[in-house]
């Protein structure tokens, strides 16, 4: 199994991935950023990156297979960028392409795609997107809870805030390129910078196929904060169906195991600590949409083609631990809520252009309002943002599997409550 890791630049090449000379050939450009590549690939990237040079015979099988024996991910880094540059141009170009499609943040940041590279804040963790921090509004006084509730909310100190951590996984680039989720880019600077305002350290992954999303659940279970955090955040955005999140791979993931990890039996360690989980995804193929002009309903199932200036797509596929003793009584399952994009049975929309109408929506809501409401109450302000939407497509959001016993509070800025 893959392991999650933060990769930090050493600073001895910081200053060095943000010059790029212009003009370079692929070659050289790959050349230019090795160091930086090498550092800044994850695990994951870098066997999609491995298994599509080998698809396009960019590179054999001998070579793969020697990439492969590489004893290190660094190791392994270095051997497919050397690998690469010494077939020539047209190979150094396809490499770039294809890292540009697995990891768009990575390929900004080494300069070899898009607005060229910027300088990394301190303590920037790699794969994840640098971006302004949204202007959240703060509790004025007559406002923030009191200690006289403080046994009707979820306790928050200043350790526990420190220690937040949060799980995001999207699925933007899927093995049958027509499945591909436009737009959804916009999701994850969006929810990533959400997180990150509330204070939560965000473990990111991009384009997991079924195992792969399960795995990082696993891996993400023995992250040493959780016995430390107040709470977590779950979210994963994918194409989806009933009960079901789809890997890249198309080979399903169940919903239902999200919190079969995260219950008191194989996550003690979050026993009575609010588990948020946010899901973006179809959960059918029910349409609900008015328009004065006929619409088609493409052949893939997913893809609503629409008479608007930006396309508009939907997200469809098709007893406790021994290690407790008698003496405690926990809850199996107990202080979860999570919040689907849609009814069962229904689609979720994504603008090709802006992102998934969900996520935006509520990272809108939670900038706003998360400074004077609970978490239930930021839920019920998304879905009423979609009741009274004037849009044609309708989709309501739903709150499910809810077993919160008290509030919850994210205190976003500086302010927080102390217990």
């Known amino acids: 199994m893959w392991q ?8 001895r090449v910081k200053s060095f991935c943000g010059q790029m000379p212009l003009n370079l050939s692929p070659n050289e450009r790959l050349l230019n950023v090795r160091s930086c590549f090498i550092d800044g690939i994850s695990p994951p990237v870098l066997n999609s990156l491995l298994d599509r040079l080998l698809e396009k015979k960019v590179i054999t099988d001998a070579e793969r297979e020697e990439a492969d024996t590489m004893q290190n991910r660094s190791n392994r880094a270095r051997c497919v960028i050397d690998t690469v540059r010494k077939k020539g141009e047209a190979a150094s170009s396809q ?13 900004e940041h080494l300069g070899l795609c898009g607005g060229g590279p910027q300088p ?47 799980l995001m996984i999207n699925n933007i680039k899927f093995h049958n390129d027509s499945s ?35 795995d990082a659940l696993t891996q993400f279970l023995q992250h040493k904060k959780l016995t430390q ?15 079901i999140i789809s890997g890249t791979d198309s080979k399903a993931f169940k919903t239902e195991e999200i919190f079969q990890h995260l219950n008191a039996k194989n996550c003690p360690a979050l026993v009575n600590k609010p588990k948020i989980i946010i899901i973006q995804a179809c959960r059918g193929d029910q349409l609900f949409i008015f328009h004065k002009s006929v619409f088609l309903v493409s052949a893939e199932r997913g893809s609503v083609d629409l008479p608007l200036q930006q396309p508009v797509h939907t997200d469809n596929i098709r007893a406790l631990s021994e290690n407790f003793t008698r003496a405690v009584r926990v809850h199996i399952e107990k202080d979860f809520i999570c919040f ?15 992102g998934s ?14 400074h004077e409401y609970d978490i239930e109450e930021l839920f019920r302000k998304v879905m009423q943002h979609f009741e009274s939407s004037s ?23 500086q302010f927080t409550f102390y217990l």
């Not at 849009?391 to 800025?413: A, V």
Request: hydrophobic letters at 30%.
């Open 357 to 370: 109408f969900f996520i935006q929506t509520l990272a809108d809501v939670f900038n706003k309002w998360s």
């Open 391 to 413: 849009s044609d497509y309708l989709q309501m959001p739903t709150k499910e599997r809810n077993t919160l016993t008290k509030r919850f509070y994210l205190f976003p800025g």
């Open 95 to 107: 490499m770039i392409e294809f890292l540009s499609e697995l990891d768009l943040l990575l390929c």
């Open 340 to 354: 689907h994009s849609s009814t069962p049975h229904t689609v979720s929309y994504r603008s090709t252009s802006d």
């Open 4 to 11: 999650r890791q933060v990769y930090l630049l050493p600073s």
């Open 229 to 243: 955090t107040d709470s977590v955040f779950v979210t994963i955005m994918s194409h989806g169906d009933m009960g």
């Open 180 to 214: 591909d989720r436009h737009g959804a880019e916009k999701d994850d600077r969006v929810m990533f910078n959400l997180l990150q305002s509330l204070g939560y350290q965000v473990v990111r992954y991009n384009n997991l196929t079924g195992k792969q999303i399960d």
């Open 120 to 166: 990394r804040p301190p303590g920037y963790e790699a794969g994840m997107e640098e971006i302004k921090t949204p202007d959240i509004q703060r509790p004025p006084e007559h406002k923030r809870p009191r200690k006289t509730n403080r046994g009707a909310i979820y306790p928050v100190t200043k350790q526990s805030k420190s220690n937040r951590i949060a």
